[in-house]
């Protein structure tokens, strides 16, 4: 039996490798990921281990909230002086000494723009001295107050040398510096991971980093001879007490190296989410393949059952094949993985500067996934195809080589009964009960249902979408052959339904969500000009308040609204929150409706929040809730009113005064300006940009143009989409030229005999590539219909997330299916040629 399946797998080589390219996808997709970040993840953690390798241990305060991500990490309070006399004596200490490093410097380029960073933080601190990791390549260390060093990254990034005049900002206004030197990293490094440092003289850098003298970020020790880290750390710990933490060098860099891997992490997930499509459609691809062959070979597995062949052996049989298949494909993958993942961690370091790949790195979890995709995903799919062949009965042997279409009612019933489950959990969700969690809920069985039951409705629907094609004989052939096998179709359509089902969602809920947020701000935002940072950057930018101030009584400005943004932990959970600098006139600006309670005034004591947030805590109006800033100590507020969910403010919204001493940054980070009546647009804003040229980190925009800055963050996803939609199509393209090059050897007789009796090799190609183009298109539409209603229940669902208003993406549904087509004709080409080349007197003579 053992030769009989090796003879067998040999003889159907070509068709199972057009299987086997889907996995070969899949796990080239997830070993890809896993080899970049293992390959990354070490070069990190390699570098930012020897720049903290000096240090034996830190102290530092403990953060008042846990937001500690590259884009908002915490706020650490600094230490005292005293505190470093503490440190140092306590037992097992040799040397203590404080050190200014602290996030926030952020230098101004010559185009008065703020100098771009590739991902890793920017820091300003005090220097250090020269040591085995640091040294000065040009110039000096800062000796006055009015001198600064930079790293040679920066100093390439920002075109600056010694003796050029610098502008930084920090959580003071700009201020103006002369370059005294430039400094480089161990082996010769410009950056580390990335990272932008600029250093100042300690007292500048203890007043412009942490806000006041004689205060440090933390404590840097140096252990005495014969001191374990674990005995200092409970030393200090029981000198300081709980307010305080000790962290090892090690420990201090991981929590710098995390700060430099969220592209890492976003690139990771982005080859998941391809692996992931490439398995689902690819598990139809095999299904399909597999159960042709099993119909094709139904008198010789009939044989095989007449010579003694038990069913057990069958099954057995045709999992061996699945498992070499699985088992080729997931080493190919492997192999095509370790290479993407060698270009991947080569182009992510190209783009962060200091960042150096070291060896490749292959993790055996990498290798053990590979193999376990490939083949459980391939064995998982070839068990149907196996089971039916169990069934095959001896008699079989006398008749024709295909197998007769079952009834298949056992799957129609499945099919109906996960289609009603997945409808009845999405119109509870829709419903309300239960939101956008009993929608989700319901996606999978209903989407499942839907594969299941797509045998139904094949034949009728390939017919209806074959009517275009029928007014020539080769149409009307590949429409009827199209629709001869109900079964066979769906499963082919299937690997396109789910690619283009899956993006349709996704793109509804991409547009709903776009179409709210415009519609949002163009109802509410009575503003002319938005100054923010880039991307809506909430809480990084920084806006002078003394420039504000000139805007206000510039002629033509009517109301300014300025705000301030960061993250503080509200109850339980961290989430961010908001200060505004006159609140009455911010809810006119923005068109905050009230909802309950009174939303008018902000009193100290009180907050205000929207609609969402409230719920989402279990708050109502006079609740009490208590919320810890990043700096001081933590307040009890009473929640004063809540407001109508908006896209222009929502969460939680405290006093100004209290944001002022316990945000991270004291300067506003967005301002809103409306002008008066008749005020000349054009001039006005050239009046107001002139006035915030000392606040390069702000662009100003207009109405429109904060529209499309937020419609830009759904383009980004569309575009993702879309290459997930090309993945899908790939494989796709793959199980429709499998399809067909089998379904022409099943009907080689009778492609002989249309040849026989005139039927000429152009209308042949054409008759095989309406049988194609038909299945493709029946997929497509399929697909946009289901992941349409989809996207719309999970867009509803959405609705305390902002999403208020239902959109489908027509254009992009009409590319899906015009899209679909061309793939069709593509498919098409290598089938149709090949049928068209068949010697007639051979295929009619055909046993």
């Known amino acids: 039996m053992l030769t009989a399946t090796l003879k067998s797998l040999l003889s159907r080589k070509l068709r199972l490798v057009l299987s086997g390219l889907a996995i070969v996808l899949a796990v080239m997709f997830v070993s890809g990921a896993m080899v970049i970040k293992d390959t990354l993840n070490r070069s990190i953690d390699a570098q930012f281990n020897g720049a903290y390798q000096d240090i034996d241990l830190y102290v530092q305060h403990r953060p008042k909230v846990d937001a500690e991500t590259a884009d908002d990490p915490a706020a650490v309070p600094p230490v005292d002086r005293a505190v470093v006399g503490k440190v140092a004596g306590a037992p097992g200490v040799a040397e203590a000494s404080g050190l200014v490093l602290a996030e926030g410097a952020r230098v101004v380029g010559k185009d008065g723009k703020v100098v771009s960073s590739t991902g890793g933080p920017r820091y300003g601190g005090s220097w250090r001295g020269e040591s085995d990791l640091i040294s000065l390549r040009t110039g000096h260390e800062p000796r006055a107050d009015g001198e600064v060093a930079v790293d040679a990254g920066l100093a390439e990034e920002a075109g600056l040398k010694v003796g050029d005049q610098v502008g930084v900002l920090t959580d003071e206004p700009r201020r103006n510096f002369t370059v005294a030197g430039v400094f480089g990293y161990s082996d010769d490094r410009d950056s580390v991971g990335g990272e932008q440092t600029v250093i100042f003289s300690e007292p500048v850098a203890q007043r412009l980093m942490l806000g006041r003298a004689d205060a440090y970020s ?29 962290l090892t060098g090690r420990e201090l860099a991981k929590k710098a190296s995390d700060k430099s ?117 391939t064995m998982l799919a070839a068990l149907m195809p196996a089971m039916r062949a169990s069934k095959v009965a001896p008699i079989a042997v006398i008749r024709a080589s295909a197998a007769p279409e079952g009834r298949h009612r056992k799957q129609y019933w499945t099919g109906g009964v996960l289609l009603a489950l997945g409808a009845l959990l999405l119109v509870l969700g829709v419903t309300g009960a239960g939101g956008v969690s009993m929608i989700l809920l319901g996606v999978l069985p209903a989407f499942i249902g839907v594969v299941l039951l797509t045998p139904l409705v094949s034949g009728p629907a390939v017919r209806v979408l074959g009517a275009l094609f029928a007014r020539s004989l080769p149409g009307r052939l590949g429409r009827g052959n199209s629709a001869r096998n109900p079964r066979r179709t769906a499963i082919t359509a299937s690997a396109m339904m789910i690619g283009v089902a899956l993006v349709t969602a996704i793109s509804t809920v991409a547009v709903s969500a776009e179409d709210s947020v415009t519609r949002d701000i163009k109802r509410d935002l009575r503003a002319d000009f938005v100054a923010m940072g880039e991307a809506g950057s909430a809480s990084s930018a920084a806006i002078d308040p003394a420039a504000l101030e000139r805007i206000a009584r510039v002629p033509g400005v009517d109301r300014v609204a300025a705000a301030s943004m960061d993250t503080a932990t509200v109850g339980k959970d961290t989430q961010s929150v908001a200060a505004w600098q006159d609140w009455a006139t911010a809810r006119e600006v923005l068109g905050l409706r009230g909802a309950e309670g009174s939303v008018d005034t902000l009193a100290a004591g009180t907050v205000l929040m929207n609609e969402s947030t409230a719920d989402s805590r279990g708050l109502k109006v006079g609740d009490t809730v208590r919320v810890q800033l990043q700096r001081g100590e933590a307040h009890t507020y009473r929640v004063a009113g809540l407001f109508a969910n908006s896209t222009l403010a929502n969460g939680v919204v405290v006093p100004w005064a209290d944001a002022q001493s316990g945000f991270r940054h004291k300067q506003p980070s967005q301002a809103y300006f409306a002008l008066a009546n008749g005020a000349d647009t054009e001039q006005t804003g050239a009046r107001i940009e002139t006035l915030l040229k000392d606040s390069p980190e702000v662009t100003l925009q207009t109405r429109e143009e904060i529209t499309d800055m937020f419609s830009g963050g759904f383009a980004m996803m569309l575009a993702v989409v879309q290459a997930l939609l090309g993945v899908a199509m790939l494989i796709a393209v793959l199980g429709i030229v499998n399809t067909l090059a089998l379904s022409i050897l099943e009907r080689t007789r009778e492609m002989g005999a249309l040849r026989a009796i005139g039927l000429s090799r152009g209308q042949t190609k054409r008759m095989i590539m309406t049988e194609s183009v038909v299945i493709s298109l029946f997929g497509a539409v399929l697909g946009v219909v289901v992941g349409g209603v989809l996207g719309l229940a999970v867009a509803r669902g959405m609705e305390d997330q902002g999403v208020t208003h239902l959109s489908l993406p027509w254009g992009q549904m009409l590319a899906y299916v015009i899209g679909a087509a061309v793939v069709g004709v593509i498919a098409s080409l290598a089938p149709a040629r090949r049928g068209a080349r068949l010697n007639v007197l051979a295929a009619v003579n055909q046993a």
């Open 261 to 377: 891997r969220g592209i890492l992490d976003m690139m990771g997930t982005m080859l998941l989410g391809f692996a992931a499509v490439a398995v689902l459609v690819g598990v139809f691809l095999i299904v399909n393949t597999f159960s042709i062959i099993v119909a094709q070979r139904m008198r010789e597995l009939a044989l095989l059952r007449a010579m003694g062949a038990s069913r057990r052996q069958m099954i057995n049989s045709v999992l061996l094949e699945s498992f070499v298949v699985g088992l080729v494909a997931s080493a190919l993958g492997l192999a095509a993985g370790i290479g993407i993942g060698a270009l991947g961690s080569d182009l992510l370091a190209s783009s962060t500067d200091g960042l150096r790949v070291g060896s490749l790195g292959v993790p055996a979890s990498a290798v053990v996934t590979a193999f376990a995709v490939g083949v459980l995903t």
């Open 218 to 246: 933390g404590v840097r020790i140096s252990l005495a001879s014969g001191t374990s880290a674990a005995q200092a750390t409970q030393s200090i710990s029981r000198e300081l007490g709980s307010g305080y933490e000790v």
